[in-house]
């Protein structure tokens, strides 16, 4: 028995030493440690060290004990150590018993290595009624790593004080490993109160920015617009103009979508939204548009001249609705509205088309939603869209390519009918009812693509002009040790040097962690303890004096229990009346809480560190109904609209906080353009062939995005280059293993040779380019098929397949060739020259400005731009003779004066470079001062000069 003592003795001391060479940020959040966040948010009920769990029952097959391996506000928590997966534990406590105000419990959790568990609880009411809780939020699990979190189960308002806690339950799935550990801590009283948010539908801000709203705009300006009625009380809308005529009908008969058709230049009539219309569920009873049994009665119909308005009444089983339904125009759009003044329905049904031969659905570039696309219909002869009005909406979601328990999605349905879109959903606020509807629908039909696209009525970004001639780069994991921010600064300061300086550089979230796998959100500004705020004051000093801008990762989408300003009062909630997570662990504030939030954030984070610019992550990686608040207490509560005005509120304000541009994570980033300075360039479908008319048109000039899908950050250059080059977006640096976007990125001390040629080349071969390409539209887009240029309206009219090979003109003179094709080559013509583009390859050309080009020369690829700003050559270490250079690897000559600057990207090995046109050379170190005295070219060739490349000198003083 001593021997065991003995044995167990040095165990427990060797354990305490390995904690002991750790930091202590290690087992407990630094919050804790350094004060930031003394004890708990709430009224603690019970805690491990205090009260430990002696006198619980505990069912399942774990083992249950007091550990210091982590803690929270105490040295000791309870751990769980789970014998068998999959498994359940029920813990029941001793008498637990809530104040009386309180709503909701909140219980900490910790592990475990190989996964999350799943948690709720059980109480029970003073009148003996138990309920169980649904939890949110729980341990955070960021890249298979566990730290603190908050789980939190609401507690139903029929529940009657006092309320006691009865169990504590905890699922291990079978992806848990057996013997693995979980631990657990304080258990809180929360009361949660009405956070009394802004109504920022009254603030003093034009939205939307344009009265049109997204109403699509015809390429034919000079239409005309006729109204008649007859005795029958039918309405025609009738369009006439170059693209040829349009009448829509409307005959008020159904109250459905029924009861409108449109004949497309006097031959040809369909149903557009055949079975659409309004679906209620009132006391049981279902009204669908579709029904046979339900009494319709035209309440009212007035006609103005203009606009037909007509008010209904359903009724099915006793019950009844009411509802009213207005036709409108514009251009060559019907504008259908749906209005009513009890929340009584559930859905607005946007039907399908009934008589449009060989329907076919697609999706455009960039015209997304993250989850899912809005789909166009095409047939040989006419364009067909159908959106909601963003704008003006009252609905929590928006149904289109995917089905909703109301709704279906688009979907082809027949030879000569198809579903464009599902329509508009209301969900109910949690706990209480649905909003009244309030409905907007574009109905557009033309025979070109671009009338039948829906407008983005933001105003154009701030930044505008600078974001176009800006470079990107996402620095991620980039500081993990003391010293690692010098090697930052004296990396970018390299970069500098080698003429790298339009450069928007923003750092992740990875700079508040500590340690990195926690994933902590909050607006307290404490850098992690491997660098601290000196490192981050130090780097955002010093990279302002180099590059363009420089930002910190800002996130105020999520918000984690472990930040000071931690509240639920501020916390967004679900329609089941549980909270909203954010991204793993951590809870979504309301979006009406983002401008006090920000307001109380940003402006001591610009003064503390000196930040010009800010990733403002998240915003725009969903559509508004992705954010939805169904707190009954808010203003706009169930509504996306609400969603989308406070983002682009927040958005605008943040670049007053920062003097900058704001950027964020795309996806859905056309909602938000313009209010937003720059996001990534999501199309989320990466390997589709592009059809950029709505990017280039309509997104573009109202904000700059910048680089390519992120799912592709680890695809090969070429592939990211011409991607971004045809979508008219800017350059995302590459920047190798040292840069990646994903988890295990290395440091920049890591960095190869080759990642830094491939980093030059991602910057040079964009930045003059898109400077030319960011300052103005296209005036034409053509797709190769089949040998011929064809626009997308040809192109999908005539059901011809997209090769993938785009030319773009744009407005200025500047003209791009980009192959996408992923196997073929594409042979184009250049300002003369015949050029062939391989995969992936591209070229441009503006008279008198640029030459551009990735394309093979004598069998291989090569790289070449020629511009105002610089020459730079990369013959892919075969020597290529250039107009002005023969070389084999990367060059940049800049102009100085009446001398020319040429600098190796980087130095590979020695090599004679010839053709340019000098007679005196003079090796410079990196700062500029000389190496050795001015000497004399071999000049050969009629005035060409050769020379030799070495190791020694940074670049060349030509003359």
């Given at each position: 028995?001593?021997?065991?003592?003995?044995?167990?003795?040095?165990?427990?001391?060797?354990?305490?030493?390995?904690?002991?060479?750790?930091?202590?940020?290690?087992?407990?959040?630094?919050?804790?440690?350094?004060?930031?966040?003394?004890?708990?948010?709430?009224?603690?009920?019970?805690?491990?060290?205090?009260?430990?769990?002696?006198?619980?029952?505990?069912?399942g097959d774990c083992k249950a004990e007091l550990s210091t391996d982590f803690c929270l506000w105490n040295e000791?928590?309870?751990?769980?150590?789970?014998?068998?997966?999959?498994?359940?534990?029920?813990?029941?406590?001793?008498?637990?018993?809530?104040?009386?105000?309180?709503?909701?419990?909140?219980?900490?959790?910790?592990?475990?290595?190989?996964?999350?568990?799943?948690?709720h609880f059980e109480v029970q009411d003073a009148i003996g009624k138990t309920f169980t809780l649904k939890t949110?939020?729980?341990?955070?699990?960021?890249?298979?790593?566990?730290?603190?979190?908050?789980?939190?189960?609401?507690?139903?308002?029929?529940?009657?004080?006092?309320?006691?806690?009865?169990?504590?339950?905890?699922?291990?799935?079978?992806?848990?490993?057996?013997?693995?550990?979980?631990?657990?801590?304080?258990?809180?009283?929360?009361?949660?109160?009405?956070?009394?948010?802004?109504?920022?539908?009254?603030?003093?801000?034009?939205?939307?920015?344009?009265?049109?709203?997204?109403?699509?705009?015809?390429?034919?300006?000079?239409?005309?617009?006729?109204?008649?009625?007859?005795?029958?009380?039918?309405?025609?809308?009738?369009?006439?103009?170059?693209?040829?005529?349009?009448?829509?009908?409307?005959?008020?008969?159904?109250?459905?979508?029924?009861?409108?058709?449109?004949?497309?230049?006097?031959?040809?009539?369909?149903?557009?939204?055949?079975?659409?219309?309004?679906?209620?569920?009132?006391?049981?009873?279902?009204?669908?548009?579709?029904?046979?049994?339900?009494?319709?009665?035209?309440?009212?119909?007035?006609?103005?001249?203009?606009?037909?308005?007509?008010?209904?009444?359903?009724?099915?089983?006793?019950?009844?609705?009411?509802?009213?339904?207005?036709?409108?125009?514009?251009?060559?759009?019907?504008?259908?509205?749906?209005?009513?003044?009890?929340?009584?329905?559930?859905?607005?049904?946007?039907?399908?088309?009934?008589?449009?031969?060989?329907?076919?659905?697609?999706?455009?570039?960039?015209?997304?939603?993250?989850?899912?696309?809005?789909?166009?219909?095409?047939?040989?002869?006419?364009?067909?869209?159908?959106?909601?009005?963003?704008?003006?909406?009252?609905?929590?979601?928006?149904?289109?390519?995917?089905?909703?328990?109301?709704?279906?999605?688009?979907?082809?349905?027949?030879?000569?009918?198809?579903?464009?879109?599902?329509?508009?959903?209301?969900?109910?606020?949690?706990?209480?009812?649905?909003?009244?509807?309030?409905?907007?629908?574009?109905?557009?039909?033309?025979?070109?693509?671009?009338?039948?696209?829906?407008?983005?009525?933001?105003?154009?970004?701030?930044?505008?002009?600078?974001?176009?001639?800006?470079?990107?780069?996402?620095?991620?994991?980039?500081?993990?040790?003391?010293?690692?921010?010098?090697?930052?600064?004296?990396?970018?300061?390299?970069?500098?040097?080698?003429?790298?300086?339009?450069?928007?550089?923003?750092?992740?979230?990875?700079?508040?962690?500590?340690?990195?796998?926690?994933?902590?959100?909050?607006?307290?500004?404490?850098?992690?303890?491997?660098?601290?705020?000196?490192?981050?004051?130090?780097?955002?000093?010093?990279?302002?004096?180099?590059?363009?801008?420089?930002?910190?990762?800002?996130?105020?989408?999520?918000?984690?229990?472990?930040?000071?300003?931690?509240?639920?009062?501020?916390?967004?909630?679900?329609?089941?009346?549980?909270?909203?997570?954010?991204?793993?662990?951590?809870?979504?504030?309301?979006?009406?809480?983002?401008?006090?939030?920000?307001?109380?954030?940003?402006?001591?984070?610009?003064?503390?560190?000196?930040?010009?610019?800010?990733?403002?992550?998240?915003?725009?990686?969903?559509?508004?109904?992705?954010?939805?608040?169904?707190?009954?207490?808010?203003?706009?509560?169930?509504?996306?609209?609400?969603?989308?005005?406070?983002?682009?509120?927040?958005?605008?304000?943040?670049?007053?906080?920062?003097?900058?541009?704001?950027?964020?994570?795309?996806?859905?980033?056309?909602?938000?353009?313009?209010?937003?300075?720059?996001?990534?360039?999501?199309?989320?479908?990466?390997?589709?062939?592009?059809?950029?008319?709505?990017?280039?048109?309509?997104?573009?000039?109202?904000?700059?995005?910048?680089?390519?899908?992120?799912?592709?950050?680890?695809?090969?250059?070429?592939?990211?280059?011409?991607?971004?080059?045809?979508?008219?977006?800017?350059?995302?640096?590459?920047?190798?293993?040292?840069?990646?976007?994903?988890?295990?990125?290395?440091?920049?001390?890591?960095?190869?040779?080759?990642?830094?040629?491939?980093?030059?080349?991602?910057?040079?071969?964009?930045?003059?380019?898109?400077?030319?390409?960011?300052?103005?539209?296209?005036?034409?887009?053509?797709?190769?098929?089949?040998?011929?240029?064809?626009?997308?309206?040809?192109?999908?009219?005539?059901?011809?397949?997209?090769?993938?090979?785009?030319?773009?003109?744009?407005?200025?003179?500047?003209?791009?060739?980009?192959?996408?094709?992923?196997?073929?080559?594409?042979?184009?013509?250049?300002?003369?020259?015949?050029?062939?583009?391989?995969?992936?390859?591209?070229?441009?050309?503006?008279?008198?400005?640029?030459?551009?080009?990735?394309?093979?020369?004598?069998?291989?690829?090569?790289?070449?731009?020629?511009?105002?700003?610089?020459?730079?050559?990369?013959?892919?270490?075969?020597?290529?003779?250039?107009?002005?250079?023969?070389?084999?690897?990367?060059?940049?000559?800049?102009?100085?004066?009446?001398?020319?600057?040429?600098?190796?990207?980087?130095?590979?090995?020695?090599?004679?470079?010839?053709?340019?046109?000098?007679?005196?050379?003079?090796?410079?170190?990196?700062?500029?001062?000389?190496?050795?005295?001015?000497?004399?070219?071999?000049?050969?060739?009629?005035?060409?000069?050769?020379?030799?490349?070495?190791?020694?000198?940074?670049?060349?003083?030509?003359?």
């Open positions: 028995m001593r021997m065991k003592i003995v044995f167990w003795a040095l165990a427990m001391v060797a354990g305490l030493s390995v904690w002991a060479q750790k930091p202590e940020w290690e087992r407990k959040p630094i919050e804790i440690i350094k004060g930031h966040l003394p004890k708990p948010h709430y009224p603690v009920l019970w805690n491990a060290q205090d009260n430990g769990i002696g006198n619980w029952q505990i069912e000791q928590s309870i751990k769980l150590t789970f014998k068998t997966t999959p498994g359940r534990v029920v813990l029941k406590p001793a008498r637990i018993v809530l104040p009386d105000k309180a709503n909701a419990i909140e219980m900490w959790v910790y592990g475990f290595k190989s996964g999350k568990p799943a948690n949110r939020g729980n341990t955070s699990y960021w890249a298979k790593s566990p730290w603190w979190g908050a789980s939190i189960g609401r507690i139903p308002k029929e529940a009657v004080a006092p309320i006691t806690l009865t169990k504590v339950v905890f699922d291990a799935s079978d992806k848990i490993e057996a013997g693995d550990a979980m631990y657990f801590d304080f258990i809180c009283a929360v009361t949660v109160e009405n956070a009394h948010l802004p109504d920022t539908s009254k603030w003093d801000m034009s939205f939307p920015y344009k009265k049109e709203s997204i109403q699509p705009t015809p390429i034919d300006k000079k239409i005309t617009m006729g109204f008649t009625s007859d005795k029958k009380g039918r309405i025609s809308f009738t369009f006439n103009g170059s693209g040829g005529n349009l009448v829509y009908v409307v005959e008020p008969k159904t109250g459905t979508l029924n009861d409108l058709s449109v004949t497309v230049n006097g031959s040809h009539t369909f149903k557009p939204m055949a079975n659409g219309g309004v679906k209620a569920e009132v006391n049981g009873v279902r009204f669908l548009p579709t029904d046979t049994d339900v009494k319709a009665t035209l309440l009212n119909s007035i006609f103005d001249g203009a606009t037909l308005k007509t008010a209904w009444r359903l009724e099915k089983q006793g019950v009844s609705v009411e509802y009213k339904l207005q036709f409108g125009v514009m251009w060559r759009s019907l504008i259908i509205s749906c209005t009513s003044e009890k929340g009584d329905f559930s859905a607005f049904d946007c039907g399908h088309t009934q008589g449009t031969p060989n329907p076919r659905l697609f999706k455009l570039t960039y015209l997304n939603y993250r989850w899912n696309y809005p789909r166009l219909l095409v047939t040989d002869d006419y364009f067909v869209s159908i959106f909601p009005d963003w704008y003006t909406s009252h609905a929590s979601e928006v149904v289109d390519g995917s089905n909703h328990s109301w709704l279906e999605g688009a979907k082809v349905m027949g030879e000569d009918s198809a579903r464009i879109m599902g329509g508009s959903i209301y969900i109910p606020k949690a706990g209480s009812t649905l909003n009244p509807l309030h409905e907007r629908f574009f109905l557009t039909i033309a025979p070109d693509l671009e009338s039948v696209l829906p407008n983005i009525p933001n105003p154009r970004s701030e930044y505008y002009e600078e974001t176009g001639q800006l470079l990107y780069c996402t620095r991620m994991y980039d500081s993990q040790a003391p010293g690692d921010s010098d090697l930052e600064v004296e990396f970018w300061r390299l970069m500098a040097d080698y003429g790298m300086r339009e450069v928007f550089v923003r750092y992740h979230m990875n700079m508040w962690r500590t340690p990195f796998r926690n994933n902590h959100f909050t607006h307290y500004d404490n850098p992690h303890e491997p660098v601290g705020t000196a490192g981050y004051q130090q780097i955002a000093r010093e990279l302002k004096k180099v590059i363009r801008r420089v930002g910190p990762y800002e996130d105020n989408r999520v918000s984690h229990p472990l930040g000071p300003e931690f509240t639920y009062n501020d916390m967004a909630i679900y329609s089941d009346g549980t909270y909203r997570e954010g991204w793993d662990a951590s809870f979504q504030p309301s979006p009406a809480a983002q401008h006090r939030l920000e307001a109380e954030f940003a402006p001591k984070l610009v003064a503390k560190f000196g930040w010009n610019g800010c990733y403002f992550d998240e915003v725009t990686n969903t559509p508004p109904w992705g954010l939805v608040d169904y707190n009954p207490d808010i203003p706009g509560s169930a509504t996306y609209l609400n969603v989308l005005r406070n983002y682009a509120f927040v958005a605008r304000k943040l670049s007053d906080y920062y003097d900058g541009p704001i950027w964020s994570e795309g996806n859905a980033a056309f909602f938000w353009a313009g209010y937003l300075d720059t996001d990534y360039a999501q199309t989320n479908d990466p390997d589709s062939l592009p059809i950029v008319d709505f990017k280039l048109r309509k997104v573009n000039p109202l904000e700059h995005l910048n680089g390519y899908d992120l799912t592709r950050a680890k695809s090969p250059l070429d592939y990211l280059l011409s991607a971004q080059i045809v979508h008219g977006n800017m350059g995302h640096l590459w920047t190798g293993e040292s840069f990646r976007v994903y988890h295990g990125s290395k440091l920049i001390k890591n960095l190869k040779t080759d990642d830094y040629r491939h980093l030059f080349r991602s910057y040079f071969m964009m930045l003059q380019l898109q400077e030319l390409y960011a300052e103005t539209k296209p005036s034409e887009i053509t797709y190769s098929c089949g040998g011929e240029m064809l626009t997308a309206t040809q192109m999908l009219r005539q059901n011809k397949p997209n090769e993938g090979k785009v030319y773009t003109r744009y407005a200025n003179g500047l003209e791009v060739w980009v192959n996408r094709n992923p196997q073929e080559k594409w042979t184009v013509e250049v300002d003369g020259k015949s050029f062939v583009l391989p995969p992936y390859g591209y070229a441009a050309f503006m008279p008198g400005k640029l030459v551009e080009y990735s394309a093979e020369i004598d069998g291989h690829r090569v790289d070449y731009s020629r511009g105002p700003r610089y020459l730079y050559v990369d013959g892919r270490g075969i020597e290529t003779q250039f107009p002005e250079i023969t070389a084999a690897n990367a060059y940049v000559l800049f102009k100085e004066g009446d001398a020319t600057i040429l600098i190796p990207l980087p130095f590979i090995a020695e090599e004679a470079v010839s053709g340019l046109s000098a007679t005196c050379i003079q090796p410079l170190d990196r700062a500029g001062k000389p190496l050795a005295p001015e000497t004399d070219l071999d000049v050969v060739d009629g005035g060409n000069a050769r020379f030799t490349v070495t190791k020694e000198p940074f670049k060349y003083k030509l003359k």
